[in-house]
DNA sequence: CTAAAAATAATGTATAGACATAATAAACCT
DNA sequence: AGGTTTATTATGTCTATACATTATTTTTAG
């Protein structure tokens, strides 16, 4: 008796099924932290399925680290010790055009060098190599939106050398031409110095959200950037969904 | 002939390898934004392997969103929008405690009442309900490391009657009591007002980093929090590990 | 009584084949 | 030429089975 087919119109396939169901349970509260998850056998029996199937769900829910599985124990409630959000850094322009406003972009330092010890330690590299300072303004309906200040390690992407930075900028055009591998933000509160508080036309001592991004791609580093954005005026949003609910 | 077994001692697992290979393509920038991945049957061919083993590895890699898969088109190489990354926020005491550093609590507010039309606001729930408003300080080796205000929404979490919030911090209960299947962070950048000040002893419009989160379960909302952190002191890392790397 | 060996229970990976679904391309008929 | 039907291609799900791996228990031998 081979029965193959999945004609169950319009509901969802049965290892969804299967998996958000068991999502249910521990995300109600009803199957607590270290609560003993059903083994595949028996969820094959319950389900009348194969293996296979089950494996599928559960496989699953332990990549969205909701249960840890362990052999011959079994399958658990995963007890989260910390609160992870997805954070999505948008580009600068693409965030600013989605609010409706009109986006606004000026280059104000272009300059290429032999990386100081200064640079060398912000990008974290050791040996010397060739880099690119920028700076450049974003302002969203004319109203300063956010100051940047970066490098650009020329020994990991020469192409820069070539880009045009007056018209798009470098967010833009590193995302779009160079691939990555790796990425660290460090997001602060600081006091707007001289400096930024010219830039973005606020008072000087007023607080500034500041995320310092770091750029690898297999091991080598790509870009350092420094984002300075007036404070209340900007929020960064990280939103947790359900561990990844399809 | 059906000859099962992976007795590849000491390597990886075939579809882990079929993973691996095509994630270095894509990060290295071989196969960049667009390209077309080989079908299921020619990488069948190539690792000369099922298909189920292919596509497992295809699946994972369209999961962690390094690859679009379309019927009938194929499998192509994503292009990024925008640069997301994995915020980690730690329980306080945990953060702390990780640093070496004596963690201080202490809880300056308790008080039960039914919402105002501000707590119904931020908590963002419209019919009346009752909740605990809680004001609490965290501190290591004695220094201010933030100061919490927080909304517990009685109607939701009704134990959090009984808990005893004046040893453990109620972050810290709510997460080892209460499960949760959405959270959203708001994080900016203010000047400290006066009441901050005290508590965090700094002066009066320094700048400080405020991360809101609001938490729900099933729709409704569990809690909202406020944490402030002077300025300078603290970062929040998020990184983003080559898109889940084994 | 205890250390070594064997059975056992769970998950992990893999196969070969089947049917389902979606999107596109080709053939066909006005 | 343009619209309709049919074939094709690639992905998506599922089955039934096999062997692998890991961590215990249970049994057995000294």
Not at 83 to 111: F, H, M, N, P
Request: proline residues 5%; positive net charge; charged residues 25%.
């Amino acid at each position: 008796m081979t029965l193959v087919s999945t004609p169950r119109s319009g509901a969802p396939t049965l290892y969804k099924r299967i998996r958000t169901d068991i999502e249910k349970r521990i995300l109600s509260g009803k199957w607590p932290p270290g609560h003993r998850i059903p083994s595949e056998h028996e969820l094959m029996k319950r389900y009348d399925c194969s293996r296979m199937t089950v494996n599928k769900a559960l496989t699953e829910l332990a990549q969205a680290d909701l249960i840890q599985r362990r052999k011959r124990a079994g399958s658990f409630v995963h007890r989260p010790q910390v609160l992870s959000a997805v954070l999505e850094i948008a580009d600068i322009r693409a965030e600013i055009t989605a609010l409706g406003r009109r986006y606004d972009y000026r280059l104000l330092v272009r300059r290429r060098r032999a990386a100081s010890r200064a640079d060398r330690s912000w990008l974290g590299v050791e040996q010397p190599c060739d880099v690119l300072a920028l700076e450049a303004y974003h302002s969203a309906d004319g109203i300063p939106f956010a100051m940047e200040t970066r490098l650009i390690n020329l020994d990991a992407v020469p192409e820069a050398r070539q880009a045009d930075f007056t018209r798009e900028s470098p967010g833009t055009w590193l995302l779009t031409h160079v691939p990555w591998s790796e990425a660290e933000h460090r997001i602060a509160a600081i006091g707007a110095d001289d400096k930024i508080a010219k830039t973005l036309h606020t008072a000087e001592g007023s607080p500034c959200l500041v995320i310092n991004r770091r750029t690898w791609r297999n091991g080598q580093t790509l870009t350092a950037v420094r984002l300075v954005y007036p404070g209340q005026e900007h929020q960064l949003v990280a939103r947790f969904k359900g561990r990844q609910a399809a």
